[in-house]
Each structure stands twice: as C-alpha cells, then as structure tokens.
C-alpha cells in the first residue's frame, strides 16, 4: 500500500504532467470506485480545471474550480496520463478526458481504491477525510499534543503509528521503521512512553518520511506515461522485509513477528519492550 512518501511522489508527478488541465468529461468502468452517486461524479467533473494539488495523509487532493476531487489509492491505485490511442487494460477503471487531448486513466487490479467529488471548502472538513488526523509532515503539530492525546489509550505502539487519526500518512513500512529509530518495540504500550518518547517519534516520522518523499522525487523525472505513478524507497528501510539479515547497529538478526495482523520487523536487542 503507497504510504505518505509514495502518495506525495503520486502529487507531485501529477503536477508536474498535468499542471492546470482541464477535464471534459469522464467514464466509469467500475462503479464501485466512486464513493458517491455516479451520475453526481460525472456532471461535477465536467469543465473544471485543476487549480491547485494536495494531500492529506494518503488521500489525494484535486482542487477544482468549484470542487475537490478526493482519492485514495488503497492496496494498488495508480494513475497513468496516456493518449486516447493507447490500449485500455481490464485494469483501468476511471477514464477522465482531458481538454488537451490526453487522459488521466486510473489504474487498480484489487479495485480497492475510492473516489469522489465534493464542494470545494476552506477547512479541508470533508467526510471522506473524518477518519484522518494531522498530516504527519505537518509541522504544526507538537509531539506535546499528540502526548496527551494518545498516552493513555491501552493500544500497542505499533497500532497507534497505524490509526491515520494520530499521525496520517504512516502506514506498515514506515511503522517498522520509526519504531527502529525510536528504539522502541513495536509491541510497547502506548501508556508506558514518555513525553521524550512522543517527541522522538514525530522527530523520527518526520525525519523518514521526509527522507522518503526526497528519494521519491527523484523518480518524478524518469516518470513516462507508460508508467504507473508510484515508487517505494526499499534500499533505505532498515528493518523493515529484513527479517534473520542482521541489525545494522548490533548484528542481531532482526525479527518478524505478527502485530495487528500486520508482519513486523524489529531489532530484538536495540528495540526494548518498555
Ligand atoms: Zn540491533
């Protein structure tokens, strides 16, 4: 699943190909994709220019002249900008006709991926968005805030780093890795961390997720419309998939356990169980 670095690669490149298109019209091919009346979706899009890009966690954000086109990738959503010309494979699923010819096709062979149409408003206050917390780039928020709001829920590490109402945009790799750099075990208590804890962990999120988006923007220049949109950095993570490799600060091979279903790395000597 495209984390927060991958999303924000997904923006930018799109901004960069796409600048202030206009659409003309768009056809569904899989329903289920939108996430909201499909006669709605399509009259809204029609005539309106993309006026700015944004993200939220891992939802992307069109902003139209009058709406804000809001989607979300889930497991496996790409987008592909291609000419009309182009063969459409059974995985493309929503075609948006552009103004200049060209199309913005998406992408998803799990059909997971949702998205919807909304009028625009200042405050970003959309139902799609409920669910989701402060963007974890976003500076604003001080790891002081974040302590008293979560540290006296009865949830593991690892499971607060996943809620997208703490910090959204992390997802399972990233996890892995924050925890490392915390040396903190995933497992550990949310009620057991301290304040240093809290403000590590934004330090950290940041710090990798930051490190991400630049290894990231790096691909945005080789990005061909032949290509999905997407792009992990896995040459950087350090726990994460490396189960029985040893730690690169202790040699200690890292270990794989299951937390909230989900497989998780860990350094059983530098990341102790508070
Ligand atoms: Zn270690």
Same mark, same amino acid.
């Given at each position: 699943?495209? /984390? @927060?670095?991958?999303?924000?690669?997904?923006?930018?490149?799109?901004?960069?190909?796409?600048?202030?298109?206009?659409?003309?019209? #768009?056809?569904?091919?899989?329903?289920?994709?939108?996430? !909201?009346? @499909?006669?709605?979706?399509?009259?809204?899009?029609?005539?309106?220019?993309? !006026?700015?890009?944004?993200?939220?966690?891992?939802?992307?954000?069109?902003?139209?002249?009058?709406?804000?086109?809001?989607?979300?990738?889930?497991?496996?959503? *790409?987008?592909?900008?291609?000419?009309? &010309?182009?063969?459409?494979?059974?995985?493309?699923?929503?075609?948006?006709?552009?103004?200049?010819?060209?199309? @913005?096709?998406?992408?998803?062979?799990? *059909?997971?991926?949702?998205?919807?149409?909304?009028?625009?408003?200042?405050?970003?206050?959309?139902? &799609?968005?409920?669910?989701?917390?402060?963007?974890?780039?976003?500076?604003? #928020?001080?790891?002081?805030? @974040?302590?008293?709001?979560?540290?006296?829920?009865?949830?593991?590490?690892?499971?607060?780093?996943?809620?997208?109402?703490?910090?959204?945009?992390?997802?399972?790799?990233?996890?892995? /890795?924050?925890?490392?750099?915390?040396?903190?075990?995933?497992?550990?208590?949310?009620?057991?961390?301290?304040?240093?804890?809290?403000?590590?962990?934004?330090?950290?999120?940041?710090?990798?997720? *930051?490190?991400?988006?630049?290894?990231?923007?790096?691909?945005?220049?080789?990005?061909?419309?032949?290509?999905? #949109?997407?792009?992990?950095?896995?040459?950087?993570?350090?726990?994460?998939?490396?189960?029985?490799?040893?730690?690169?600060?202790?040699?200690?091979?890292?270990?794989?356990?299951?937390? /909230?279903?989900?497989?998780?790395?860990?350094?059983?000597?530098? !990341? *102790?169980?508070?």
């Amino acid at each position: 699943m495209p /984390e @927060l670095p991958e999303v924000e690669t997904v923006v930018q490149t799109l901004k960069a190909q796409l600048g202030h298109a206009t659409f003309t019209h #768009v056809d569904v091919l899989w329903d289920n994709i939108i996430a !909201q009346d @499909l006669e709605e979706f399509k009259t809204r899009i029609q005539n309106q220019t993309i !006026q700015n890009y944004g993200r939220k966690g891992k939802y992307l954000l069109f902003e139209l002249d009058d709406y804000m086109l809001i989607a979300h990738l889930r497991m496996e959503g *790409k987008f592909y900008i291609q000419m009309p &010309e182009e063969p459409i494979n059974k995985h493309i699923h929503v075609i948006f006709h552009l103004k200049d010819g060209r199309e @913005l096709r998406y992408h998803d062979t799990r *059909k997971f991926g949702r998205m919807s149409i909304r009028p625009k408003r200042q405050d970003l206050n959309y139902e &799609e968005l409920a669910n989701t917390g402060p963007d974890a780039l976003d500076e604003n #928020v001080t790891s002081l805030e @974040l302590y008293h709001k979560w540290h006296q829920k009865r949830i593991r590490l690892k499971h607060m780093l996943l809620d997208q109402r703490f910090l959204a945009g992390i997802g399972n790799i990233y996890a892995d /890795e924050i925890c490392f750099s915390c040396q903190l075990h995933p497992a550990t208590l949310v009620t057991h961390l301290s304040k240093k804890d809290f403000e590590n962990i934004c330090f950290h999120t940041r710090r990798i997720l *930051k490190g991400a988006v630049q290894a990231g923007g790096t691909t945005i220049r080789s990005y061909t419309s032949s290509l999905g #949109v997407h792009g992990r950095f896995q040459l950087e993570l350090k726990v994460h998939q490396r189960v029985h490799q040893p730690c690169i600060c202790c040699q200690t091979p890292i270990k794989k356990i299951q937390l /909230e279903g989900r497989g998780t790395y860990f350094c059983p000597m530098c !990341q *102790k169980r508070k």
